[in-house]
């Protein structure tokens, strides 16, 4: 079996996922080999429809980095996530994509190691689960 | 106003199974209102369907437009140029709009990709309630504003029936008795009287689409 | 195309001009101070204070827990200084009707007793609104148990006299605490400073209560005093049990700083008077200003819970500020911290006359705009109402160009929007766009 390293698009909420991704580079922690990052104001500005492209477009795994409920400085941004990301999975399954490749992961600011930890974990999933079979070519 | 669902995707994974280039074509209007159809669905719909179509080896192309509605010949004039580069058009409008491209369009398939499902009201933001069901001779004066066609199961013009029970409709236990809201409507416009009079059966052959599919003209409006 | 998160665009979104006026709902001390710093400062404030004299909350208060003023006093100072400022109007027997506008140019419709309606456009507006006391739980049947301020008042009216109770002698007093609003202050605060005083008059004082809240600047020093003079302070874990028998009242509570339970002693505590603190709870009237303000209330009703992205004094609206009682119960020296750093933001705010939005921004296009209101509904920070600007829409078909129509379409307003973009995601159209 060829090396397949599964591409991973994580979409980092700029008040608490980006700054954690930032913390994991500067203590240099260890990251998945293929990952995209694609940071946003808040998790509420991911369309569902974005969660689906990226996939579309060649993702493995999508992981939105995301501030815990309460902790959402614009209030309610990442429970209207948490609804479109459920929405997501039931496409998902209609397409016949495992549950697996899309996920939330809710940090803070000083997570760094939790965001390495969990992508590296999501990678890993990942192998096993194989490539994306939707994927355009 | 028209408020849709967008069909179940194996159906309409089925009706595209023949072909390889279509035009998905959405609705600015009604189905947008309702998130069954419009841009963000449409574009939601075709990136599910690529993906399906991909994972079983059979790629489709889909090419996406949105005009602003769907049931004016002008706005499907709009749509010739690219249908005339596809081999088949998933709309995502109502019924209306499918049925206009279909008559614009006689040599190209036009599938519905949604259920027209009621004309109905926004109850809460995600929440949709039939209300009309386009009798063609409205007697909401007479019912305090609470349609008895659209919201009664029965349908009654003189209800309750024997089966409303603590406001509720006895076919669907969550749904209100809609002669229960009439009444409670009635009552708080001080209109309590009006619920003696009887209201006649519909004349359902003549005012209503019994007798076939209505027309409405204004002679005073065409060119 | 999932990378696409804001557009750019060459022209940036006009100042918003600011003009220095300031609309306060709550003449309490929060109010009053906050209108009496701004107005230094030379912005024009109002004060809707909804009854007929000013002073709110802390009406009841007769000590100070830091300091030896007295507080009527001090209040009577502060409501006369406010009379006499030039900048400062009150308006009484005020309510808040209607509120539309944003940032820099609100429309306040205000009705006051008189039955007279007036407009206001503050730029800014401050709610200090407080919140309610109800009456403390009695205790088994009632009598011999009283509430904080009813014991405020007692030690104010017995200045140099001995202390009574209905006739007799007052010679113990026991104050159970955290009750209800175990999660509060104040009750520790008022409790302690109550002891310290009635055990200086010779009282033989004990405070029960789950936690010691002495988290308030002065307050370990209080607290270390009460000790000093002799006030028994016990914790408990299970609410202690009252008991009456003949003409008392006893407390029993067990003893904690013995580490294993079953070693454990119960303490009873004979007591001529019970003191037991009124529960704190939401307004109903401010939970109604929330919804003609579009404020985001809490779900025990306080404004604006506790998030740690927001500073305190914020609301989910640019340009309306919260603070004291209202946001959750406090000590008033917390509520006046709070009063001054509304004033600060105010300040910062107004310093060059004009705000200029630095996040992105959000604007719908009204050719696509359906107006299904999900903007509307959505937006955290009400910041998207729908106007008539569009000239075109998608219910005009083509060949249709009346010269005057112009047609409803969702509009965000640039001083209120925060950029978060929630609304160009739930946008069925994708009418909406984050620019930078």
Redesign the interface.
Known sequence: MSTFEPKIVAFCCEQSGFPAAEMAKTLKLKMPDNLELVPVPCSGRIETLYLLKALESGADGVVVFACYEENCKYMQGNVRLKSRVGYAKQIMTKIGLEQERLEIFHVATNSGVKFSEFLMQKADQLRLLGPNLGKMA | MIKAEQKP??EILEYLAPYNKILLSGC??CV????AG????G??LA??L???R??IGK?LEILES?P??QC?P??AQ?LSDTIGRVQAVLSVSCGVGVQTLARHFPETQIFPGVNTSFMGE?VA?GVWEERCQACGDCILEKTAGVCPIARCAKQLLNGPCGGSSNGKCEIKRETDCAWQLIFDRSKSLGQLHRLTEIIPAKQWGVQSRDSGPRRIVREDLKV | MYQTVYESKTTAPAPIHLKPEVLIIGGGIVGMTVARELAREGVQVVIAEKGETLGGGAGDLRFFYDRPADVRKWMGELISALEGEGNIHVLKGAKLKRLDGQLGRFQALISTGDGKERTLSPSAVVVATGCITLPAEAMGDGSGCIGSSEMEKLLAESRDLPLAWKGQPLKTVTFILDLTNDDIKIHTVNAIKQAVILQEKGCRVAVVARDLKVSASGMERLYRRAREKGVLFFKYDDPPVVSRSGGGISVEVQDMSVLRKEERETVSLPSDLLVIGETFAADPETLELCRVMKLRAGADGALMGDNPQLLRVMSNRRGIFLAGACRFPQVITESLSEAHAVVQEVKALFHGGAYVPANPVAEVDPLKCAVCYTCVRLCPHAAIGVERYGERNVYSAPAEKDGDTLWGAARVDTAACFGCGICVAECPAKAITLYQ
Do not use: I, Y
């Open positions: 995707f194996e600015g209007a947008t209102v309702c998130h419009g841009e963000k669905e574009a939601l990136s599910a690529r993906m399906a991909q994972k790629p949105t602003a509605r004016e002008e706005f709009e926004t933001h």
